[in-house]
């Protein structure tokens, strides 16, 4: 059984770690990679990792899976990272800032990377106790996060999750203090689709819009009344909202056109709905346009269902917080409308993600998604000590979660 005293000896592993993971965050930060290209992301920590002694498994295309301990586990962990960046401007003036022109790593992923890795460096250094538990830990960094429906579903595929019996993840948080963790029993995040619907119709001059179907009219009623009529159509208790990104329709101020397009996401806490909900969008959407005469076109391209956290994962992460971050690092956290591809991977097999604090405490409250994300570099090694202790047990011996 895993000890407080061998937590104590990985921690001291993880602390002469630290340095060199903060520069390895910082390259990743200066090179980010969008969806599907992350090639440069791959090649990195793959390369460290097979100068660690670990086994690595290239996956088709890019990211890939490495394997700690035995080769036959009685009991496998899965961490996982996601490897993309996104396609926004960095505004932080860092000197390590994006050299890449409108792709930044702004929701933290290059810190999720960075923590698996420390996470599984510490543990090669301690892979003989891990033989000698029958704990075998696979490290996934999986490409293709911040697209639908994700690439975590790329990884299941190509055999990620064979043998795995209990997976964990890390979300950067920077309105929880670095050396917190947030966690919650059953679902964390929402559902996220993508919703896009094409108005098409008659156009003409905006002198006489009496013989034209007018398009842009009717796409506003769309904008907001489909909303509207969403929600008091479903329970309030399913916490859906349908909330618009883009809005594109003509290009003269004297011409109704022909056709005009919106587009947003549609999000919601509850799992049943988001497995039906796609009818009744197409059904609203008819009603709202039948008294233009136009014609729609819906497009709804269902993303991620939440993420549901087994009691047991958390349990157990919470356990390893306390162990290795303190007694108080743990607490609460609400249910977030954030999408989440980690989905995936908890509808096969137990699992749980924890939101891991990265703002300086007193220090400013930053959001993702956004150029001026910046997080606290100590998150880095919270986060693999995190995941490191949690993958051995959380510090009290490890049991296999049920299915």
Same mark, same amino acid.
């Given at each position: ?13 993880? %602390? ?51 394997? *700690? ?32 022109? =409108? ?15 420390? !996470? ?6 301690? #892979? ?7 704990? /075998? ?6 490409? #293709? ?33 670095? /050396? ?7 679902? *964390? ?13 008659? /156009? ?34 399913? =916490?859906?909202?349908?909330?618009? =990104? ?32 796609? &009818? ?34 958390? %349990?157990?992460?919470?356990?390893? #917080?306390?162990?290795?971050?303190? &007694? ?19 509808? !096969?097999?137990? =699992? ?52």
């Amino acid at each position: 059984m895993w000890t407080p005293a061998d937590s104590a000896v990985l921690g001291e592993t993880l %602390a002469a770690l630290e340095d060199e993971l903060i520069v390895f965050r910082r390259d990743l930060h200066a090179h980010p990679e969008l969806a599907h290209t992350e090639t440069r992301t791959t090649t990195r920590v793959a390369t460290r990792l097979t100068a660690a002694g670990v086994r690595v498994h290239p996956l088709t295309g890019t990211g890939l899976i490495a394997d *700690i301990g035995p080769v036959d586990p009685g009991h496998r962990v899965a961490l996982r990272a996601d490897l993309d960046a996104l396609r926004v401007d960095e505004r932080t003036g860092l000197p390590f800032a994006s050299r890449n022109d =409108g792709v930044c790593h702004a929701c933290g992923h290059d810190v999720h990377i960075a923590a698996v890795l420390g !996470a599984g460096l510490a543990l090669q250094e301690h #892979a003989d106790s891990l033989v000698a538990q029958g704990i /075998g830990v696979r490290l996934i960094f999986q490409p #293709a996060e911040e697209v639908t429906p994700g690439g975590a579903i790329e990884v299941i595929d190509q055999g990620g999750l064979a043998a795995v019996d209990v997976i964990f993840s890390i979300h950067c948080d920077p309105t929880q203090d670095v /050396g917190r963790v947030g966690l919650r029993d059953g679902a *964390i995040t929402a559902a996220a689709d993508t919703v896009t619907i094409t108005l098409s119709g008659r /156009g003409g001059h905006t002198s006489r819009p009496h013989l034209t179907q007018d398009l842009t009219y009717a796409l506003g009623k769309v904008l907001t009344d489909v909303p509207a009529v969403l929600s008091r159509r479903v329970d309030p208790r399913a =916490g859906v909202a349908l909330v618009w =990104g883009t809005v594109h329709s003509g290009s003269a101020e004297n011409v109704i056109p022909s056709t005009g397009t919106v587009s947003g996401t549609l999000r919601m806490l509850d799992a049943q709905l988001w497995e039906d909900v796609g &009818p009744l969008l197409e059904e609203l959407v008819h009603a709202v346009i039948r008294p233009y005469g136009v014609a729609a076109k819906v497009e709804h391209v269902r993303g991620a269902p939440p993420v549901v956290n087994d009691p047991k994962a958390v %349990a157990r992460l919470r356990a390893a #917080a306390e162990l290795m971050l303190g &007694p108080d690092s743990a607490q609460s956290t609400l249910q977030s409308l954030g999408g989440e591809d980690f989905a995936w991977y908890v509808q !096969a097999v137990p =699992g749980a993600m924890a939101r891991l604090g990265t703002r300086t405490p007193g220090g400013t409250t930053y959001d993702l998604h956004q150029g001026d994300l910046v997080v606290d570099e100590r998150a880095v090694v919270s986060g693999a000590k995190l995941l490191a202790a949690t993958a051995l047990g959380g510090g009290t011996g490890w049991q296999t979660p049920t299915h």
